[in-house]
């Protein structure tokens, strides 16, 4: 009696701890994602570059992010997550950073709020780093997962 009881207590507890693993389909990553000068509207000749790595939780809505950049014409001025998708234009709906040096890496997390999580789910947000030279963005990066 007391081996079934101890088997149905271990049972119910590996059901209760696979249930509180998030299902893959709750987690999106993309990895390398590019940012260059031809991915900004309007596209610019800069030889600047830069990556971001990303994964949003959809059942908590955290999104965790690392945006890596090199060989800018000049200190960054302003780094932002903005809403349009490729090709467009679009407002600032986060701020990453208002300062860097020309080369260099970031890594935070954000609650992405719920009027936006749609949206970066189906590419709809980028990340734009503005400098002195290129005032509307140097490089460019769509979060497409």
């Given at each position: ?10 049972s ?33 000749t800069s ?9 949003f ?20 001025v ?9 090709g ?6 986060k701020?990453?950073q ?6 260099g890496?970031v890594?935070?997390?954000?609650t992405v709020?719920?009027s ?30």
């Open positions: 009696m007391f081996k079934s009881k101890v088997f149905i207590f271990l119910l507890m590996s059901f209760a701890m696979v249930s509180c693993t998030p299902d893959a389909d709750e987690i999106l990553e993309a990895t390398s994602l590019p940012m260059k000068g031809t991915q900004s509207v309007p596209t610019n030889t600047g570059t830069g990556i971001i790595n990303a994964k939780n959809k059942s908590t809505g955290i999104l965790d992010y690392t945006v890596t950049w090199n060989a800018l014409t000049g200190p960054v302003g780094m932002h997550f903005h809403k349009a998708a490729r467009s234009n679009g407002p600032v709906v701020n990453i208002s300062s860097g040096s020309a080369t890496s890594t935070q997390s954000w709020p719920d936006l999580q749609t949206t970066l789910e189906q590419g709809g947000l980028y990340v734009n780093i503005h400098t002195d030279g290129y005032t509307d963005g140097e490089v460019r990066g769509q979060v497409e997962f």
